[in-house]
């Protein structure tokens, strides 16, 4: 089945510096999500990526989708404290239900 | 945050009693699903739901079972609890979107402890 693996697990990190996810997927993927989980809560929506190559940002976060459509990154510029959390990506292939990685957890030092 | 719930939020058990783990929604989304979350294996999907008694079974489903017979509620059920089974419990809601389904969103988890 598909399987889409995730690294690093762990990534500590200075406060202001940056921050970076990668998600490998076994096989082409149709579309690839990202949630961000805060430390005891639910994981939320961040972005939806369905094009391949395709680049998308929100503020200090950037979203990449790779030309083959099997991997996905996510980073972070000068991070701060609110950052902390553990980040999914999820990725769509030929199942109608998303593979969730085993997410990247952030921890921010002041 | 969309209209979903979780029930007991909290939920401490015995070894080898049932346990039903309820989930709700007011939006009215076709999809259904319950994962669980443990240290350093992420989200894990047991079990979803396309459907009014439509379910499917995910890649942990063993020990688990599900019923769905409205749209708005998926329970999920332990028939005999395990420490294994001590876990986060989440519910998750998407739409269907083409051939593909869309953005998840999720409760706010339960946690159950089986001593």
């Known amino acids: 089945g598909q399987q889409v693996m995730q690294i690093p697990q762990y990534q500590h990190v200075q406060e202001g510096e940056d921050f970076t996810t990668y998600c490998n997927s076994s096989t082409t993927l149709s579309n690839i999500q990202w949630y961000k989980q805060r430390p005891g809560g639910h994981p939320v929506f961040l972005i939806q990526l369905v094009k391949s190559g395709e680049v998308k940002k929100q503020k200090r976060l950037t979203f990449q989708f790779g030309e083959a459509k099997k991997n996905s990154s996510l980073h972070i510029t000068a991070t701060q404290t609110t950052d902390v959390g553990t980040y999914f990506c999820?990725?769509?292939?030929?199942?109608?239900?998303?593979?969730f990685g085993r997410g990247t957890s952030l921890i921010v030092h002041p | 945050d969309a209209g979903i719930t979780q029930s007991p939020r909290h939920k401490v058990t015995e070894t080898g009693t049932p346990v039903t783990l309820r989930c709700h929604q007011t939006e009215n989304h076709r999809y259904m699903y319950w994962y669980r979350q443990d240290p350093g294996h992420g989200l894990r999907l047991i079990h979803y739901s396309y459907g009014v008694k439509d379910t499917d079974k995910g890649e942990v489903s063993d020990g688990y079972s599900v019923s769905r017979s409205k749209t708005e509620d998926f329970l999920l059920t332990l028939e005999s609890a395990t420490s294994s089974q001590t876990s986060v419990y989440f519910c998750?809601?998407?739409?269907?979107?083409?051939?593909?389904?869309?953005?998840?969103?999720f409760g706010p988890g339960t946690r159950l402890t089986v001593l």
């Open positions: 999820a990725g769509q292939g030929g199942s109608y239900i998303p593979t």
């Open positions: 998750a809601i998407s739409e269907s979107k083409g051939a593909r389904t869309d953005t998840q969103y």
